[in-house]
């Protein structure tokens, strides 16, 4: 996995329902990295309000797995740019999360339990 298969991700998971409706920025407005640390997934934001999604490859081994992560870290993108992301990260999954969370899952098949 690298950065540019991560952007790859990103765009096509951009083109569906309902991410194709929550006017995410497109891939050449957001950074993205690879983690080497113990987290799974993150979404930031940098002091300059540029948005970032990384994963970490030793903890995605199939493609189902990146893909459905990357999906996890747009829907916080989404809450940031509803101002809805609480800056208390232990908060970050809260109904509204679990709200928009389904409605992916739903639409695009993906395990709510896994999500």
């Not at 050449?28 to 979404?43: G, I, N, S, T």
């Not at 992560?69 to 509803?82: P, W």
């Not at 908060?91 to 695009?108: I, P, Q």
């Amino acid at each position: 996995m690298n950065e540019k298969q991560l952007r790859a991700i990103y765009t096509m998971l951009r083109a569906f329902h309902p991410f194709n409706r929550w006017g995410l920025p497109p891939s050449e407005k957001v950074r993205f990295y690879l983690l080497v640390d113990e987290d799974l997934a993150q979404f930031s934001l940098d002091d300059d309000g540029k948005m970032y999604i990384a994963i970490n490859p030793d903890k995605h081994l199939t493609l189902q797995q990146a893909i459905e992560s990357v999906a996890h870290e747009m829907v916080h993108m989404r809450q940031e740019m509803l101002e809805r992301l609480s800056n208390d990260p232990a908060k970050h999954h809260n109904a509204d999360f679990r709200r928009m969370a389904k409605s992916v899952c739903r639409s695009l098949g993906f395990d709510i339990q896994r999500f």
